[in-house]
């Protein structure tokens, strides 16, 4: 396979049919979409990937919009309030929805007021390319916060950065972390959007979180 | 006054050209951090800049579409691209033109239905002119809407082709445009080599015109190896930027700004190394921490 690919690029799928299965069933990830029996074409510009035993393909590409997508963890800001409902930007393409009642142990009584402009963590529900992505702050396993819901305590900061790079930073292995730690004490929240949160507690502390968020930003592209 | 050859005896244009060469093209993606993908692209002396945003939400309600993006193009001229200084109103006839020409080719091209109700954004600006407003626009949004990693089935290129005294030349400057020599600009899509804008304003006998069209689709694959090798380049740099290689002796080097290495005073910078990785060529501090000693040239 080719190192990198262009939109238009083809790419042979080279699929070995087992012994008794009539039409082969193969998963094909983002950036790719089916052009014949034998090759998938790439509508991306980024590096494929495949694992060929699990029929995986997909193109690792980068940019700077989300496309939500149901059970991914996002940072957003509250842009408009309803009765019933928040909308958040969470950098997509459309505004995401957040039900006023989706915090832990929340009652139509003790509903949490929000006011715009607030920093959630959130998590997608549902996600389709029809309609407007829903949040939740409760993780549905354990139908608890487990750290979702509003960021306001201490010194918050938020940078926008692109989404290759938010997936590599999820490492908590990755040398930028690994270099920060040893200097720095920080909180960080790096969400699937392209969004970093650094949270510090005192004033002196919001300077050394700053100069980490330009520390990411650099390693940007 | 002596009128210029466009064409002389020898063969040679009024800027030294043959008459298949096109101009000198250099090309550069992700030239504006705020956009969520931009392109600059230099074909002789026309230049444009290209900013793609989206898919986001559109401005005007009217321009939703419920079933796939609304692709909207703007196309602006930049007071000094002419050779007269010139304040061109957004709403100009020309550039509404040629907003609606890009718009035409690359709605096939881009996954529209992928992006219901929303809305892709272009900007095209053209820095200086020199014939080719059309080609350079399609040119860079092709670059532009790759690098913001918008899925795309193909990508595009353009070209123009005329004819000079009944020889095809190829790549009109704006002396061959605004002579009488007619001008024809072809789209095509870059692998499957189909035609995605045929364009002429002027009048071309049809004998000719098959004669143009082919030259023009030559045209656009010269340019298609240049821009498919900087958007290649492009991803390279991208992806190994992104990478960051970890020594044995445990100290990390990874491509830092200087700016950073100077803010990071406690940390002892080490010698400027230049290494190869992978074929990428690049210079950095290395960040020691207490290791003297990091070879390799």
Known sequence: ?221 | MSRKELLNPAGLRVDGRRATDIRRISCKPSVLSQADGSAYIEQGNTKCLAAVYGPREPRQKSAILHNRANISVGVSFAPFATSERKKWSKSDKRLLEIASFVKQTFEPVIQTTSFPRSQIDIFLQILQFDGGTIQICINATTMALVDAGIPMNDYVCACTAGVIQNVPILDLNLIEESSDSPEVTVAILADSEKVTLLQSESRLDVDSFQAVAQLAKIGCKEIRNVMDAALRKNIKDLFGKMEAKIKTDQSADFRLGLNLSRRLENFKAGPIIRSAVNGVRYTHIAILSGHQNLGGK
Not at chain 1, 58 to 68: A, D, G, I, L
Not at chain 1, 77 to 88: D, F, H, L, P
Not at chain 1, 120 to 132: L, P, R, T, V
Not at chain 1, 195 to 202: A, D, E, Q, V
Request: with cysteine; charged share 25%; net charge neutral.
């Open chain 1, 1 to 221: 396979m080719s190192s990198y690919v262009l939109p238009g690029d083809s790419i042979p799928l080279n699929l070995i049919l087992l012994p008794g299965e009539p039409d082969p069933k193969l998963i094909l990830g983002p950036g790719l979409i089916r052009q014949d029996e034998d090759s998938a074409m790439s509508t991306k510009a980024g590096i494929p990937h495949s694992n060929e035993t699990e029929r995986k393909w997909f193109v690792e590409s980068n940019q700077r919009r989300y496309v939500p997508s149901a059970g991914e963890d996002v940072l957003g800001i509250i842009t408009a309030k309803t009765s019933e409902y928040y909308r958040v930007d969470i950098g997509a393409a459309h505004a995401a929805v957040l039900d006023s009642l989706a915090f832990e142990g929340v009652t139509r009584r003790s509903k949490p007021n929000l006011k715009v402009g607030t920093l959630i963590y959130a998590q997608i529900s549902e996600a389709n390319k029809d309609i407007d992505a829903e949040l939740t702050c409760i993780n549905p396993a354990t139908n608890r916060a487990d750290g979702y819901g509003v960021l306001d305590k201490g010194y918050i900061y938020m940078i926008k950065c692109s989404l290759g790079l938010c997936r590599r930073l999820r490492n908590e292995e990755h040398p930028i972390w690994t270099r920060l730690r040893q200097k720095y004490k920080f909180e960080v929240i790096v969400a699937v959007n392209g969004r970093i949160c650094l949270k510090s507690n005192s004033a002196r502390a919001t300077i050394e979180t700053i100069e980490i968020a330009n520390a990411i930003k650099e390693h940007d592209v």
